[in-house]
C-alpha cells in the first residue's frame, strides 16, 4: 500500500478550446482593422490592384475564420458555461455578420454606376482604311487613321507615334503618351496649362464622355503649328493622344482627333 500522498489539484485552470475559439473570433477582427489601417496610411504606392487584392483574399479569410470559429465557440457553452466565451463569440461573430451588410448598399450603387458608366459609352467607330493598334499591357486600342505610317522612332516618353506627309506645309504628327498613373475624376482648369497665351481648354469627348483636352499654337521657324492634346482616363494608366500639325489644316486635325478618340477602346476608372 503507498503512503505517498495524494496529489493536489490543479490550481491552474485546464484549457478549454470553446474560449479559443471565441477568442480568436474578435481577434480576426482587430487583425482585419489593422491591415486596412496600414494600406490606407501607406499612401498610394501601397494602394496598388495587386495590394487591394492581397487584402481583400486576406479580409475574407479572416472572415471565415472569425465567423466559423464564433459559431464552434457557442457548442461550448453548454459544457463550460457562458464566462469567456459567449460575449467574445457573440461579438465577433455579430459584427464580421455585420460588415457585409453594411457594405452592400455602397457595393450595388458603385456597380449600378459603374453598369451606367459602360452603358453611356458610344459603341467603338471603325474608319475605313484605319489600323487598329492594340496595347495590351496598358489595356487599350485605338485606330490610326488612313495615310499615318509608322515611319521613325516615337519621341523619349511616348509609347506610339505616327506621322502623315503634308508636304510643302508640313507633316501631321500623331502620339500616344502614358501619364504614368491614373486620372482623378476632376476637370482641368485654364491654370492648370502652361504658361502659353495661346494655350486654351477645348470640349472634346472620348466614345461621349467629357475629357480634358487642350489646343496650343506654336510660331516656328518654319511656320505655325497647332496641337491637340486629349487625355484617356484609362482604369490601367491614363494616356494622352497628341495630333500636331500646321495650323491652316485646324479642321482636319481636330476632325483626325476626335476620329482616334471615337475608335479608342478600353476601361476607364472614371
Not at 263 to 268: A, I, P, V
Request: some cysteine.
Amino acid at each position: 500500500m503507498s503512503t505517498l500522498p495524494p496529489p493536489l489539484p490543479s490550481s491552474s485552470e485546464p484549457a478549454n478550446k470553446y474560449k479559443t475559439f471565441a477568442r480568436t473570433s474578435w481577434l480576426t477582427l482587430v487583425i482585419s482593422f489593422a491591415v486596412n489601417g496600414v494600406l490606407i496610411a501607406g499612401g498610394p504606392q501601397y494602394q496598388s490592384a495587386f495590394s487591394r487584392n492581397i487584402v481583400a483574399v486576406l479580409v475574407c479569410a479572416l472572415f471565415l475564420i472569425g465567423v466559423i470559429s464564433g459559431i464552434a465557440a457557442f457548442f461550448g457553452i453548454r459544457r463550460h458555461g457562458r464566462k469567456k466565451i459567449l460575449w467574445p463569440a457573440l461579438i465577433g461573430v455579430s459584427i464580421w455578420l455585420l460588415l457585409p451588410a453594411l457594405a452592400a448598399p455602397a457595393f450595388l450603387k458603385a456597380r449600378r454606376l459603374a453598369l451606367q458608366k459602360r452603358a453611356a459609352f458610344l459603341p467603338v467607330r471603325h474608319t475605313p482604311g484605319s489600323i487598329r493598334v492594340n496595347d495590351a499591357e496598358l489595356g487599350f486600342s485605338f485606330e490610326v487613321p488612313e495615310g499615318y505610317k509608322s515611319s521613325f522612332k516615337p519621341p523619349q516618353g511616348f509609347r506610339h507615334a505616327y506621322v502623315k506627309s503634308g508636304g510643302a506645309a508640313g507633316n501631321d504628327v500623331l502620339g500616344v503618351k502614358p501619364l504614368g498613373g491614373k486620372l482623378p475624376h476632376a476637370r482641368l482648369k485654364a491654370e492648370n496649362l502652361p504658361l502659353n497665351n495661346s494655350a486654351k481648354l477645348i470640349p472634346l469627348s472620348w466614345r461621349g464622355l467629357d475629357i480634358n483636352a487642350s489646343q496650343v499654337l506654336e510660331t516656328l521657324s518654319t511656320g505655325n503649328y497647332l496641337t491637340f492634346n486629349a487625355q484617356i482616363p484609362l482604369r490601367t494608366q491614363a494616356i494622352q493622344l497628341m495630333l500636331v500639325g500646321p495650323a491652316q489644316r485646324e479642321q482636319q486635325l481636330r476632325k483626325t482627333m476626335e476620329q482616334v478618340l471615337a475608335s479608342l477602346d478600353g476601361e476607364t476608372n472614371w
